[in-house]
């Protein structure tokens, strides 16, 4: 069971080989085995899921499951559930009990989708490792003394680990596709406005989205399939109809012009990624896929642009948490500004304060025009060059990361190093396109990813494209050590 | 660009974040590197460039000026830290 994948999850349930109780309580029994180690969530619902499970067994036994019916997963720390802590893994709102839903949470729960709780990331997903978290770094079930990435770390490393069958995540720079390399799963960026935004704790709003994290392509059709869809409550969903994702898993990729930038593939770049990277692009020539090499200039642009832009929004974001509406209140404030700047001070953690700093730093009077409007104006020369990409080809892959996962602490005392990791994944938010890392390897025992691109609004060519590869691979069906302990 | 201490305390003060005397050598120097990384935009010509907030340069929705959300304060202020007859309570302000 550990092993199953959620389609495989799906037959069983409806064949009746076991209810979902049944999983449910082995997943939860999986977390209280072997989370310990991993620290993947910060809270566990077993009262809510198996109250949820019932909920979804009875209603099969009636016929009316909905078509994700009785499937346990976990969701990322940063969607709102209502009546359960909602932390984004930082102490400013380790009290904070949400009383509502995120639009994702109750699309997937109306699905017929059960809890298991929700998963650790950095604090308020601003990282690349997972190290920032409020409750404690999140191991790498590959490596445990390794980074799972982030920010949707903990999402990564329960699916990988065996503990959930799939989790929700959220990327803005990465924090998706990243994990999913580092912890060798599927992980799907939908295009900016695909999927909601309501109740999901803001970082960078215009950047922001949120998406499946699973083992397999089809698993992530799936999900993707619940989530997606226009939300009124989100000012930037978009109201574009959403396909079947599942229905063109299937098609050949016959004639299909994927696109190799030359400048993924420059210095910095892991050489054991590098290869693995290529023999994955030689499968798809065999597949009917046609290689071009394209230039994507503006490269090395997309870091220092994302860098004022994501700081700048967040510490619009952030501005709301001033110990006075919810979450963390210091200790006897001496008076109003004491009250803001002291809970401020000790319900950040130090990455949050740096970006809210730099943030401030950009949009304050006299450096406006110099960064954010700059920044801005470089988003749409990145834009333009993948605009002028999609002319040539269909898709465009490459490495997802330049490195396999590194051990914890290697890069958490310089930030700089550390936003360099996301080099491959940043420009993707900047253009809002959509994304997938699929596995594509393994180096020295730890997971590859390769990063598809899309056209806007194309996660069925991603998918496809994703799924056809795992019909001629096996990297996404291997599982990390200790991942099958504990079946049944 | 570098920041004295002075640019910190500034920015400390514009984003309402208390930061102690030990904590402002290190953010000087982090800050700094992050600004030194993100100058390198600074190079690239854009002008003429229009602005790119919204990746499809979609603008904000309207909607019709009408209540479409129940009142839900009890709900809202069960969750804050302080508040009475349905106020949240701050430190006196005015004396």
Same mark, same amino acid.
């Given at each position: 069971?550990?092993?199953?994948?959620?389609?495989?999850?799906?037959?069983?349930?409806?064949?009746?080989?076991?209810?979902?109780?049944?999983?449910t309580?082995?997943?939860?029994?999986?977390?209280?085995?072997?989370?310990?180690?991993?620290?993947?969530?910060?809270?566990?619902?077993?009262?809510l899921?198996?109250?949820?499970?019932?909920r979804?067994?009875?209603?099969?036994?009636?016929?009316?499951?909905?078509?994700?019916?009785?499937?346990?997963?976990?969701?990322?720390?940063?969607?709102?559930?209502?009546?359960?802590r909602?932390?984004c893994? !930082?102490?400013?709102? *380790?009290?904070? @009990?949400?009383? #509502?839903? =995120? &639009?994702?949470?109750?699309? +997937?729960?109306?699905?017929?989708?059960v809890?298991?709780?929700?998963?650790?990331?950095?604090?308020?997903?601003?990282?690349?490792?997972?190290?920032?978290?409020?409750?404690?770094?999140?191991?790498?079930?590959?490596?445990?003394?390794?980074?799972?990435?982030?920010?949707?770390g903990?999402?990564?490393?329960?699916?990988?680990?065996?503990?959930?069958?799939?989790?929700?995540?959220?990327?803005?720079?990465?924090?998706?596709?990243?994990?999913?390399?580092?912890?060798?799963?599927?992980?799907?960026?939908?295009?900016?406005?695909?999927?909601?935004?309501?109740?999901?704790?803001?970082?960078?709003?215009?950047?922001?989205?949120?998406?499946?994290?699973?083992?397999?392509?089809e698993?992530?059709?799936?999900?993707?399939?619940?989530m997606?869809?226009?939300?009124?409550?989100? !000012?930037?969903?978009? *109201?574009?109809? @959403?396909?079947? #994702?599942? =229905? &063109?898993?299937?098609?050949? +990729?016959?004639?299909?012009?994927?696109?190799?930038?030359?400048?993924?593939?420059?210095?910095?770049?892991?050489?054991?990624?590098?290869d693995?990277i290529?023999?994955?692009?030689?499968?798809?020539?065999?597949?009917?896929?046609?290689?071009?090499?394209?230039?994507?200039?503006?490269?090395?642009?997309?870091?220092?642009c994302?860098?004022?832009?994501?700081?700048?929004?967040?510490?619009?974001?952030?501005?709301?948490?001033?110990?006075?509406?919810?979450?963390?209140?210091?200790?006897d404030?001496?008076?109003?500004?004491?009250?803001?700047?002291?809970?401020?001070?000790?319900?950040?953690?130090?990455?949050?304060?740096?970006?809210?700093?730099?943030?401030?730093?950009?949009?304050?009077?006299?450096?406006?025009?110099?960064?954010?409007?700059?920044a801005?104006?470089?988003?749409?020369?990145?834009?333009?060059?993948? @605009?002028e990409?999609?002319?040539?080809?269909?898709?465009?892959?490459?490495?997802?990361?330049?490195?396999?996962?590194?051990?914890?602490?290697?890069?958490?005392?310089?930030?700089?190093?550390?936003?360099?990791?996301?080099?491959?994944?940043?420009?993707?938010?900047?253009?809002?396109?959509?994304a997938?890392?699929i596995?594509?390897?393994?180096?020295?025992?730890?997971?590859?990813?390769?990063q598809?691109?899309?056209?806007?609004?194309?996660?069925?060519?991603?998918?496809?494209?994703?799924?056809?590869?795992?019909?001629?691979?096996?990297?996404?069906?291997?599982?990390?050590?200790?991942?099958?302990?504990?079946?049944? | 660009?570098?920041?004295?201490?002075?640019?910190?305390?500034?920015?400390?003060?514009?984003?309402?974040?208390?930061?102690?005397?030990?904590?402002?050598?290190?953010?000087?120097?982090?800050?700094?590197?992050?600004?030194?990384?993100?100058?390198?935009?600074?190079?690239?010509?854009?002008?003429?460039?229009?602005?790119?907030?919204?990746p499809?340069?979609?603008?904000?929705?309207?909607?019709?000026?009408?209540?479409?959300?129940?009142?839900?304060?009890?709900?809202?202020?069960?969750?804050?830290?302080?508040?009475?007859?349905?106020?949240?309570?701050?430190?006196?302000?005015?004396?």
């Amino acid at each position: 069971m550990p092993s199953y994948t959620v389609a495989e999850i799906l037959r069983g349930l409806e064949s009746g080989e076991f209810s979902s109780e049944e999983l449910t309580q082995h997943y939860l029994d999986a977390i209280a085995a072997r989370d310990g180690a991993i620290n993947s969530f910060i809270t566990v619902t077993p009262e809510l899921a198996l109250e949820q499970a019932r909920r979804a067994d009875a209603l099969r036994a009636k016929g009316e499951a909905g078509a994700l019916n009785g499937l346990p997963i976990a969701h990322k720390d940063i969607f709102c559930t209502e009546g359960v802590r909602t932390s984004c893994a !930082s102490k400013m709102l *380790d009290n904070f @009990v949400a009383p #509502y839903n =995120a &639009t994702v949470v109750e699309k +997937l729960a109306a699905s017929g989708v059960v809890c298991l709780g929700k998963t650790n990331l950095d604090e308020f997903a601003m990282g690349s490792s997972n190290e920032t978290s409020y409750y404690g770094p999140v191991r790498n079930p590959w490596n445990n003394e390794c980074v799972p990435g982030g920010s949707s770390g903990g999402s990564a490393a329960a699916v990988a680990a065996g503990l959930a069958p799939a989790a929700t995540g959220t990327d803005t720079g990465g924090s998706i596709r990243q994990p999913a390399a580092l912890c060798g799963l599927t992980g799907l960026k939908p295009s900016y406005g695909r999927v909601s935004r309501y109740g999901m704790i803001a970082f960078a709003s215009s950047l922001d989205q949120g998406g499946p994290m699973t083992r397999t392509a089809e698993d992530a059709a799936i999900l993707l399939q619940a989530m997606a869809g226009f939300d009124l409550r989100d !000012s930037t969903s978009m *109201d574009i109809p @959403v396909p079947n #994702y599942s =229905a &063109t898993l299937g098609d050949s +990729l016959q004639g299909k012009k994927i696109g190799i930038p030359k400048e993924y593939f420059s210095a910095g770049l892991d050489a054991n990624i590098a290869d693995a990277i290529h023999a994955a692009l030689d499968e798809y020539k065999k597949l009917g896929a046609e290689i071009v090499e394209i230039s994507l200039p503006r490269t090395e642009l997309a870091v220092p642009c994302y860098y004022v832009l994501a700081p700048a929004e967040a510490s619009t974001n952030l501005s709301r948490y001033d110990g006075v509406r919810y979450g963390y209140r210091c200790e006897d404030p001496k008076d109003l500004d004491d009250l803001y700047t002291r809970t401020r001070e000790e319900g950040f953690g130090e990455e949050v304060k740096r970006r809210i700093l730099v943030g401030t730093y950009a949009l304050s009077a006299g450096f406006y025009d110099a960064y954010y409007r700059k920044a801005q104006q470089i988003r749409r020369l990145i834009r333009n060059d993948f @605009v002028e990409a999609f002319k040539q080809v269909d898709l465009i892959a490459g490495p997802t990361t330049p490195n396999p996962a590194f051990k914890l602490g290697e890069k958490v005392s310089d930030p700089v190093t550390m936003y360099l990791e996301d080099i491959y994944t940043i420009a993707v938010n900047l253009a809002g396109l959509p994304a997938i890392s699929i596995p594509a390897g393994f180096t020295g025992g730890k997971p590859i990813g390769l990063q598809l691109i899309g056209r806007d609004f194309d996660e069925a060519g991603l998918l496809n494209a994703a799924h056809q590869y795992q019909q001629v691979s096996d990297w996404h069906s291997q599982l990390a050590p200790g991942a099958a302990e504990g079946g049944q | 660009m570098s920041l004295d201490q002075n640019d910190i305390a500034k920015l400390a003060r514009l984003a309402r974040i208390h930061i102690t005397d030990d904590a402002v050598v290190d953010l000087q120097q982090r800050l700094g590197d992050i600004l030194k990384m993100v100058d390198t935009m600074q190079a690239v010509d854009t002008q003429n460039i229009e602005p790119m907030a919204n990746p499809y340069d979609a603008v904000q929705r309207l909607r019709a000026d009408v209540v479409s959300e129940a009142d839900q304060r009890e709900a809202f202020q069960s969750i804050a830290p302080n508040t009475e007859d349905g106020l949240y309570l701050v430190p006196k302000v005015i004396d």
